[in-house]
């Protein structure tokens, strides 16, 4: 019996496996989150010392792969060992080996809800064709999440092959049909676009950023225009909610930015998930 004929008669074992490598996946989200914001920044200075007309080929070489990571504030390079997820902070009770100061909580944290939501998907979509690709979009939303909770940058390295991921899956009607994912990603460009035109004519503020455009784009590129309301309402009303409570107890001024991106990308992952469920009873009220 080959592996793929195991994992088809044998869920449970689709569902350990998803787990085992969302959490992997988990440890490598960790250093996209880290070093991809970095990396743009890099990339940044480079074009504008080339405009200045300086040499920009001096800049140390910084990507997903290189250097080593290391502990920020000592500088240990992390060993193989020291870079198991989850397991290797247990180990080290949370503390670098070399000068002891904490590890942020957030590492595990990627790691482990990784794994749980693969575990999820792989449960609630069985093995096949359309689980291996809800994996790839709930592991674009974790990135972006913490990026955008970090840097409040979306970045387009991440949101535009995902869009194109999202139409290309849906040639073969995946999550929809290729009529409804293309409406889907003009349509939610062009309804946060309206919106951030109408907040900055109005208020000379800019209420979003174009990151947010390009999100909710490739959300409807991959469920379709039908579950974009469902996404805007659940991320506004959260991000809302959440807002003011930050504000309440000052952990914000009333102007300060709040990224919104987190909040697409739960809407989005709900969607995904009981978007058509909450549609029909919604459409069942009329």
Not at 129 to 158: K, S
Not at 174 to 191: H, N, P
Request: glycine share 10%; net charge positive; charged share 10%.
């Amino acid at each position: 019996m080959t592996l793929i004929d195991s994992l088809h008669s044998a869920p449970a074992l689709f569902i350990a496996l998803s787990s085992m490598i969302g959490i992997a996946i988990g440890s490598f989200l960790n250093v996209v989150i880290h070093r991809l914001p970095k990396m743009l920044e890099q990339a940044w200075h480079r074009q504008c010392a080339e405009l200045r007309g300086e040499n920009a080929h001096d800049l140390p070489a910084f990507n997903l792969v290189t250097p080593r990571s290391t502990c920020p504030h000592c500088g240990h390079k992390i060993t193989m060992l020291e870079n198991i997820p989850i397991i290797s902070y247990l180990f080290l009770r949370g503390y670098c080996s070399q000068c002891h100061t904490r590890i942020s909580l957030r590492y595990p944290i990627v790691e482990a809800l990784t794994g749980i939501i693969s575990g999820f998907t792989a449960w609630y979509f069985g093995f096949s064709l359309t689980a291996i690709a809800a994996l790839i979009f709930i592991w674009a939303m974790i990135a972006l999440t913490f990026i955008d909770l970090d840097m409040q940058l979306l970045p387009d390295a991440i949101t535009l092959p995902l869009l194109w991921i999202g139409l290309l899956f849906n040639l073969g009607h995946g999550f929809t049909d290729i009529r409804s994912a293309i409406i889907g990603s003009v349509a939610g460009y062009l309804v946060l676009w309206a919106i951030y035109w109408c907040f900055k004519l109005t208020t000379g503020k800019e209420g979003m950023g174009y990151g947010d455009f390009k999100l909710l784009a490739a959300i409807g590129a991959w469920l379709g225009w039908q579950m974009l309301p469902l996404v805007i309402l659940f991320s506004s009303f959260v991000g809302g909610i959440i807002g003011i409570f930050l504000i309440l107890f000052k952990k914000y001024q009333r102007n300060a930015q709040i990224p919104f991106g987190p909040y697409l990308a739960a809407g989005g992952l709900i969607a995904l998930f009981w978007g058509n469920k909450i549609n029909h009873a919604y459409l069942g009220l009329f």
